[in-house]
Structure formats: structure tokens, C-alpha cells
């Protein structure tokens, strides 16, 4: 019930990229998230919830395969009885930070929508895609750039994300601060 994901780290080149930053510049960090849509309903609901609400997966364990492809298995157990028939989504989010280089610090976003009994296609939920916010924000990057891509942002800004306030979910979140800014919506 640890789901186990397989990934690889390539620069823009597609050269691999080794993970600890031993072998090649700037180690890499991967976080990664797993949540599902309940069959019948349209929200994300993240298997991972923290003291401040939905996060990524913690302390699991990486292994090499070979330079450049690794595993991550999840520290976080799926419950015995989790619905196979639902939307699932792993997603990561990895950052090579290169400043000691005299460069920047990259990001990349990547995500696997799949129904674990494979008895129906997947249905994502996809109401605004990164490329409709990067009308705006090319590229979209919040929490210090780390996070590029509109799947990945709604693991942890779906409807558990509140405090006594604000509701922090994705499209809650998203028209509070565009008409807070005054700025309108892309078109």
C-alpha cells in the first residue's frame, strides 16, 4: 500500500542528472504527492494531510537504478480499503538548485493520472490548465518557483486547504487573489 514511482532526472540536454549532486552539478530535489477524486465527485483529496493541511509525501525512501533514474517509495501507506476505482494522481515536483554555479535554480513538474483496478480511463480534473495561467505568469512558479503546473499546485490547494477564514482551494484561492489584485481574469 506504499506506492512506489519510478523517475528520471535529465538536464535540458537529456543528460542524467545524479540526484545527490556527487556527479553531476546541483543536487536535485523530488517531492512527491498522491491524491485521488472520489468516484462521483469532482475534488482532489490529497492521501497526505500534514498539521497545516495537504502536503507532499515524507521520509520515504530513493534508490538508484542508474544514474539519472531513481524510485521513490512513499513513507505514506494507502488505507486497506482506498478506492481502486477512483482518479489517482502521483505528481512531483523537483528543484536543482545551481546559485553556487553562478546560475539559477530549475524546476520541473510531471504527474501520472491512473484508476488502480484499471477498470475505467482516468478523469482528471482539469478546469484550468497551466498553460491558460501562463497567459499571465510565464512561467507559473509559486512557492519559489517549485511549483510550475496547475495539476501539481491543486495536490495540496484543494478543499481541505482552510483555515477559520479562507478556504485555500484551488478555485476558491484563484479568483479571491485575482480580484483582490484588481487584475481582472485572462481571457
Known sequence: LQPLVTFTLKDPGGRPLDIDGVYTPGAAAPRFFISRIPVGEEQVVNY??????????????????????????????????????????????????????????????DWVDFVPSANSDPMPRNVVTTETCNRCHDPLGEHGGRYQEVVVCEQCHNPELADDEHSYSMDVLIHRVHMELGDGYPV
Request: charged share 30%; hydrophobic share 25%.
Open 48 to 109: 497526505i494531510v500534514g498539521s497545516r493541511g495537504p502536503t507532499y509525501d515524507r521520509d520515504g525512501v530513493f534508490e538508484t537504478i542508474e544514474l539519472g533514474t531513481y524510485t521513490y517509495k512513499f513513507a505514506t501507506a494507502l488505507p486497506d480499503d482506498y478506492d481502486q476505482d477512483a482518479t489517482h494522481t502521483i505528481a512531483g515536483a523537483a528543484r536543482r538548485d545551481l546559485r553556487d554555479y553562478d546560475l539559477d535554480r530549475y524546476s520541473s513538474n
